[in-house]
């Protein structure tokens, strides 16, 4: 039995194939640098079946998990000079200690540090988002927008791909 446990959801919003490549290299980085500070982390991709919505949200309120972290890469249809990190967090307020949007600024603030770049700041989510249904503080991070030149090619890089788990890591170390 782990002491800290988090989930993370590396399942991509699209079936872009290259947008889960990035984020199942990022989740695989940072399952690296969290098991080493003894961290468990759930991953919620799976290569052999779908994994739904409702999956996700027994997995993370039924294991003794400490938080969920999803992961996303922004897109921007109006604007290809659109780049910054961002995070989107439930309002309503879940545990002592560790408020949801507590667990997005630490989520976002890191990896802005990891990768020297924009903070876009906290976003509520929507009504429907899997975030409302979440009984663990969780947000979804947003580490950058491929549809950017610049930070799309940065976001396709495995160095920066590594910054961005580095930064995912050290804010989930803070909230802990």
Do not use: W
Not at 12 to 36: F, H, P, Y
């Amino acid at each position: 039995q782990y002491a800290k446990v988090i989930v993370l959801d590396d399942r991509a919003d699209s079936t872009d194939k290259e947008e889960q490549k990035i984020l199942k290299n990022i989740a695989a980085k940072v399952e690296e640098i969290l098991s080493a500070a003894d961290i468990k982390v759930y991953d919620t991709a799976s290569d052999e079946e779908y994994v739904t919505d409702q999956d996700v949200i027994h997995m993370a309120n039924s294991l003794p998990a400490d938080m969920y972290i999803g992961l996303g890469l922004a897109k921007s249809v109006k604007d290809a000079g659109t780049f910054g990190t961002f995070a989107v967090y439930d309002p309503i307020y879940f545990q002592p200690g560790v408020s949801n949007a507590q667990a997005a600024d630490a989520m976002e603030r890191g990896v802005v540090l990891a990768v020297s770049g924009k903070a876009d700041g906290l976003k509520e989510c929507t009504a429907s988002s899997i975030l409302y249904q979440l009984q663990v503080p969780s947000t979804v991070i947003y580490p950058g927008y491929l549809t950017s030149d610049k930070e799309g090619d940065l976001l396709r890089q495995e160095e920066y791909q590594n910054l961005i788990a580095e930064g995912i890591s050290k804010g989930v170390q803070e909230i802990y």
